[in-house]
């Protein structure tokens, strides 16, 4: 049954404040090596743009949102699945319908500002209501303003495409759990629960078409240490469970960089358990007290004092 979420806000002004700066943390260091251009202007007038987009195959579009985030666009014979929704800076919504004019499902694989920030846009978000808290705080004109002025500081010439009001904003938030399916007609995505980098993230498997969406769940530079994230025994049981499923997907399709094969879950799960066995001690990330390990293409950057789950 859909159903309206309303999470109240527990956030006083300190805490609106390291929520925000939380945020913008997320956006500014985030690992954001994506394999297309950064967008620049629009080759007819000049004009700065904001989103890119590629075709990468079978009606799946990967949309950059300036590089900041992957967005992905998946086309069925009667409805669109949008992944994700970047940070909100930009006409997202008017971005999508320049690619399809099929009706829209909407899902967030996590509440960090920089996949659910755009939730504003659109009349109906999907996604585990675990991560409804992260969402809804980033969804508010105070955080939105604190984004533009943030982006605008560093590149000015952005400004005409920026949305500087998030007007009217009434966003249904849908919860979804484990086996919940995403209908497209010729097309179906299936949620799984991956619990690690938020406790509430989610993938969405096309297992005709052989694809993962996996959200922030299997980076190449995996983020573990932030405040929400969960203990990393948690996320090793996640990348065992995804194994566990691999041979119905090939592809993994990630909220950052490109596309990568199925078996870097493998390497990471070896990179995981290097670190829970101490073989690896990890060395100093590049912000307080968070250590990285890697393991062939894997690095993980976890939290040494939450390693295990409290018993
Ligand atoms: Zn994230």
């Not at 700066?21 to 994506?34: D, E, S, Y």
């Not at 199925?262 to 968070?290: D, M, R, W, Y």
Request: charged share 20%; net charge negative.
């Amino acid at each position: 049954m859909k159903r309206i979420i309303k999470v109240k806000s527990p956030f006083t002004l300190a805490g609106i404040w390291l929520w925000c700066l939380a945020g913008f943390f997320l956006i500014l260091l985030c690992n954001c090596k994506n394999d297309e251009q950064k967008s620049i202007t629009n080759n007819v007038d000049k004009t700065p743009v904001w989103f890119t987009a590629k075709h990468l195959n079978s009606g799946v579009w990967r949309i950059s949102d300036h590089g900041y985030d992957n967005i992905h666009l998946v086309l069925g014979s009667e409805k669109a699945l949008l992944i994700d929704t970047g940070i909100g800076a930009a006409d997202l919504k008017g971005y999508v319908r320049t690619i399809t004019g099929l009706p829209l499902l909407v899902v967030n694989t996590h509440g960090h500002a920089d996949h659910a920030g755009g939730n504003y846009q659109f009349d109906k978000v999907y996604g585990w209501a675990m991560d409804f808290y992260l969402s809804n705080n980033y969804n508010t004109q105070y955080y939105h303003d604190n984004t533009i002025a943030s982006i605008l500081k560093e590149s000015p010439e952005l400004e005409p495409v920026l949305l500087k009001e998030r007007g009217v904003v009434n966003t249904e938030i849908i919860p979804v759990r484990e086996g919940f399916v995403f209908d497209l007609g010729n097309r179906k995505l299936q949620v799984i629960e991956t619990r690690g980098h938020t406790g509430g993230s989610i993938c969405l498997l096309d297992s005709v078409n052989r694809q993962l969406f996996v959200g922030d769940t299997n980076n190449e530079e995996e983020w573990l240490f932030t405040s929400v994230s969960l203990p990393l025994d948690v996320y090793l049981q996640t990348l065992e469970k995804l194994n566990a499923r691999a041979a119905v997907f090939d592809t993994l399709f990630p909220g950052h960089g490109g596309r990568i094969d199925k078996s870097f879950i493998s390497e990471q799960i070896t990179c995981v358990q290097n670190i829970l066995s101490g073989e690896c001690a990890g060395e100093p990330f590049n912000t307080g007290h968070a250590l990285f390990c890697t393991y062939k293409r894997a690095k993980i950057v976890f939290d040494p004092n939450r390693l295990h789950s409290p018993n």
